[in-house]
């Protein structure tokens, strides 16, 4: 039996154009041997929560440097949580001020990847939160 | 001269194979010098009136200028009243709503200021979108000011009256996907406050090549974006001869990923493209090129390349606007850059954040090692969060004085000219860059490479290929992937001066701004606005109009932004990016 591939939505919500992190990220991930999708710039929040269910994805990783990760992301997750989908793992990374932290805790974020975090961090932490969600596969 | 290289050849030899053969085996882990020593023989061909020159003169490899005036006036300088006189520009600012921006500007004249605005505007502005657009919330007055219609240009430019009023001034627009309503905006301004438009001065960035392949910020695809582009170089050079056709921006392609080759290259090949674009419409080079600036370029913590690169991108840029348009007026062949070597702000860390000073210093040295001025830039708190404390800011003009006033180092011109290392360096960087011009020379130019995804995937790729080296240590950065060991001490900064912005009134710009926009909205002739937006779709139907002057027509009538920019994206369409996969 093989193992399900984990499949993550790496998303850009908004405006913001800053790519470099989420192309990367998105490459990286493949190579880690996830199933990747990658939304490609200015996503709206329902876009990306559509593409989220259609896809069928594990993770939603959302990648915002604009300031405008609050807003984004309760939508993004309350979305979610609306659809049936609240067992997503959601991620975002970006430039997002320490003081913001709590609050996207709190929104439902499972983790925050601000700048210097590592690629093998990030893929580390999704294999973590993935096989928290389905503990038959643990172990595998 | 042949029997001196063969003389230094030998010699070289022997010091390979005695002097350093010999030291190597005290360091068995070394197969080779780790080192590189450049000798004569590594420019073989150098030719100082060829390849450097005078300061200020062609191929301005040195320097685009004979001299740089800051180092004679840098003791004015530090005794005027803003004690700030060593730059030019005023800060990149844009505080959410035009009203928040303007207090922000007026404080800064009551603080004997004298610069015009360097507008920042959010990113519903830079995409062709209003506040009031549902899908914007969340964004409006982030990261720049909003700007709507031409009421909100109105309220920025309160403050700008008297000895500032527009024709005194020079202000600087970070506007390019919609940048020519911005600067019909900018001339309905000036018109309703009858000042001739021959009298602005004003740099707008105007640079969608490069949105394409970094930032992100463009709307329509990039034929029609040229199009546009061209309605404002050919208005700009009838109308409005003081003011700067584009700023090129390569430091933005090397932020996204670009290497060092690839930034120079790609930067060229959209300046032929602008070039090439002002030809077309019938006009002489030098009519326009002397208007045609550059944001930055480069940006890295490698020293002695980023030093070569700005000489090498120097004389690149001087000999295609010569040799490859025949331009005549040296002032055409400037590459004219607000700052040339500089670290860039992906080199700074949000790990002990104080490191950041030490790498903008090195940048700002090597900023005036390349014939500008020294940039510490950026300040060292830019990953800690959007927007620059005052402190950090301050330490950052700091260095720029130190450097300047204390150790002196504008007073000599390119001090590296003729060293080998320098000239060897600056030769392969050049060479390169010119094989990948051809290349995409090849594939039809820069506009047909963006349009096939082939610029996009290149930088990616590069971005990814520099993460990597991250991850193995091939790339090596102090703090994140190497001395992180439980001894180091994690160095943290307080910052205390609060930010001029008060939290309170950034809480509310959006709701603020929608207020005002709609109360916009009601107060203008809504019959004429119909009107004005039929005959522009008109207009933009019709490839030989100019559309600048009815967009002025549009402005002075309070047409929003988005009304223009949906006109156009029914016309044009909208920009679909090609799959990073």
Redesign the interface.
């Given at each position: 039996m093989t193992e399900k591939k984990i499949r993550v939505l790496v998303a850009k919500p908004g405006l913001d154009g800053h790519d470099r992190g989420a192309k990367v990220i998105a490459y990286s991930l493949r190579d880690a041997g996830f199933e990747v999708i990658y939304s490609g710039l200015r996503q709206t929040t329902d876009s990306i929560i559509r593409a989220a269910i259609q896809e069928d994805v594990d993770v939603v990783g959302l990648s915002i440097l604009s300031g405008a990760h609050l807003t984004l992301t309760r939508r993004v997750a309350e979305g979610l949580k609306a659809q049936g989908a609240d067992e997503v793992v959601l991620l975002v990374g970006g430039v997002i001020p320490d003081e913001d932290i709590p609050t996207l805790r709190e929104i439902g974020v499972k983790e925050i990847f601000t700048s210097g975090t590592s690629v093998n961090q990030v893929v580390e932490s999704i294999k973590k939160h993935v096989h928290h969600n389905s503990p038959k596969e643990a172990g595998q | 001269m042949s029997d001196q290289y063969e003389k230094i050849r030998k010699k070289r030899q022997k010091w390979q194979e005695k002097t350093v053969k010999k030291a190597l085996e005290r360091f068995p882990y070394l197969k080779e010098a780790p080192s590189r020593f450049y000798t004569p023989l590594d420019t073989p061909d150098f030719d100082f009136l060829t390849q450097v020159g005078f300061p200020g003169e062609y191929p301005f490899t040195a320097s685009i200028y004979p001299f740089d005036p800051r180092a004679g006036t840098a003791k004015l300088a530090a005794r005027s009243k803003a004690g700030s006189g060593l730059t030019r520009a005023s800060g990149y600012s844009g505080y959410g709503t035009p009203e928040d921006t303007r207090d922000y500007y007026k404080q800064n004249i009551e603080r004997g200021g004298r610069q015009g605005p360097n507008l920042a505007m959010d990113?519903?502005t830079?995409?062709g979108?209003d506040s009031d657009n549902p899908?914007?919330?969340?964004?409006v007055g982030?990261?720049g000011v909003a700007i709507d219609t031409l009421r909100d240009m109105e309220i920025i430019y309160e403050p700008y009256q008297g000895e500032l009023n527009l024709d005194r001034i020079a202000s600087n627009f970070t506007i390019n996907g919609p940048a020519i309503y911005l600067i019909a905006m900018y001339a309905a301004l000036a018109e309703n406050r009858g000042i001739p438009l021959d009298k602005l001065q004003a740099t707008p960035q105007n640079d969608i090549l490069k949105?394409y392949i970094a930032?992100?910020?463009?709307i329509f695809p990039p034929k029609p974006a040229m199009r546009l582009f061209r309605d404002t170089l050919v208005f700009i050079n009838q109308h409005m001869p003081r003011m700067n056709i584009t700023s090129m921006g390569g430091y933005h392609i090397r932020?996204?990923?670009a290497t060092r080759i690839q930034d120079l290259a790609f930067s060229m090949a959209i300046a032929c493209a602008y070039i090439q674009t002002g030809i077309d419409t019938g006009l002489e080079v030098d009519a326009f090129a002397p208007r045609f600036t550059f944001n930055a370029m480069g940006g890295s913590m490698e020293f002695l390349q980023e030093i070569a690169f700005q000489r090498a991108a120097r004389r690149m840029y001087a000999r295609i606007l010569k040799e490859r348009y025949g331009a005549k007026n040296p002032r055409s062949m400037l590459l004219r850059e607000q700052m040339t070597a500089h670290i860039g702000p992906?080199s700074t860390?949000?790990?002990r954040p104080l490191n950041n000073l030490t790498r903008a210093v090195l940048g700002a040295v090597a900023g005036t090692l390349s014939g500008g001025p020294p940039s510490a830039f950026p300040p060292y708190d830019e990953?800690?969060?959007?927007g620059w404390s005052r402190e950090a800011q301050q330490l950052s003009q700091d260095v720029s004085r130190i450097l300047t006033c204390e150790a002196k180092l504008l007073e000599v011109e390119d001090p590296f000219a003729g060293s080998y290392c320098m000239e060897a360096m600056t030769d392969e960087i050049e060479k390169e860059a010119w094989a990948e011009l051809k290349k995409l020379d090849k594939m039809g130019g820069i506009v047909a490479a963006i349009e096939k995804g082939y610029v996009q995937r290149e930088v990616?790729r590069s971005?990814?290929d520099h993460?990597k080296k991250?991850?193995n240590g091939d790339v090596q950065i102090v703090g994140?992937?190497c001395f992180t060991g439980e001894h180091e001490l994690e160095v943290q900064t307080t910052r205390l001066v609060p930010h001029p912005y008060d939290p309170d009134r950034r809480a509310r710009a959006e709701e603020r701004q929608i207020a005002s926009l709609k109360e916009v909205k009601k107060n203008r002739d809504n019959k004429d606005v119909k009107k004005l937006l039929t005959e522009l779709k008109q207009q933009a139907l019709q490839e030989e109009v100019n559309l600048v002057h009815h967009l002025i027509v549009c402005a002075k009538a309070y047409v929003t932004l988005q009304e223009v920019c949906d006109v156009f994206r029914d016309v044009f369409g909208e920009y679909d990016?090609p799959?990073?996969?």
């Open positions: - | 990113l519903v830079q995409c979108y899908l914007m919330a969340g964004e982030k990261v949105e930032r992100g910020a463009y932020e996204a990923g992906s860390t949000k790990q990953p800690l969060g959007l990616t971005a990814y993460q991250i991850a994140v992937n990016p799959s990073i996969f």
